[in-house]
């Protein structure tokens, strides 16, 4: 398949682990030139549409089926208004959690199934369907769980060092969730908080005042 990518490098290099490097891609990192682009390739992967939702009006036009990272921002919400999104699906892109054996997507319609399942096939990965909201299902929980853990480590209640052993020996997880939190981006991790506790107003997702300082100092 001929994939285009807009994002950035280590899209990119994610996309080619998940999807093999038997598919020919090409790397844009923006929008400008994606207009000259869209009839070129057989599936479009854009990993930083919800940074820049307004260019979503760029894909309104195109046959060619589009997946939309849509992590921080649903499908629904990038459609908005009332405007049926044609061959575009909802995906899990963020950072480190792409290459997994279910990529995770989110329909706008049942009835777009058929085409999914025909671009996956092509892509050689199985796949899960999950709501179309924000934070999908595994970066919600992923990054929730960091956040209990920033709550834990400012109460005193263990280290950061503690907290990461405890979970990876008491849960089997890959990774402690500070270890998690240093490998997706904490960038990526508040962002995420931040929209899920607007979408949701649910207090599991408020951010940690830990957190928030910490990413206040990334910038």
Not at 187 to 197: C, H, P, S, T, W
Request: charged share 25%.
């Amino acid at each position: 398949m001929k994939i285009l990518i807009v994002g950035r490098d280590q899209h990119h290099q994610e996309s080619i682990q998940k999807f093999g490097d038997t598919h020919q891609y090409t790397l844009l990192t923006g929008h400008d030139t994606l207009p000259t682009h869209l009839d070129t390739a057989d599936l479009i992967l854009d990993f930083i549409i919800a940074e820049q939702p307004a260019n979503f009006a760029v894909y309104r036009k195109t046959p060619t089926p589009v997946f939309l990272n849509t992590v921080t921002r649903s499908l629904a919400a990038l459609a908005a208004p009332r405007f049926h999104p044609g061959r575009m699906v909802g995906f899990n892109g963020m950072h480190t959690l792409l290459h997994r054996p279910l990529l995770e997507l989110a329909l706008w319609s049942k009835e777009d199934e058929p085409w999914v399942n025909s671009i996956c096939e092509k892509l050689q990965t199985k796949y899960v369907l999950v709501e179309d909201r924000v934070g999908l299902v595994t970066p919600r929980v992923v990054c929730m769980i960091i956040n209990e853990a920033y709550y834990t480590a400012m109460e005193g209640t263990a280290t950061k060092e503690s907290i990461d052993l405890a979970m990876k020996l008491g849960t089997n997880y890959p990774y402690g969730p500070f270890e998690w939190c240093a490998r997706i981006g904490i960038r990526q991790v508040y962002e995420l908080l931040d929209a899920v506790y607007a979408d949701t107003k649910d207090e599991r997702y408020k951010i940690c005042p830990l957190l928030r300082q910490e990413y206040l100092r990334s910038e």
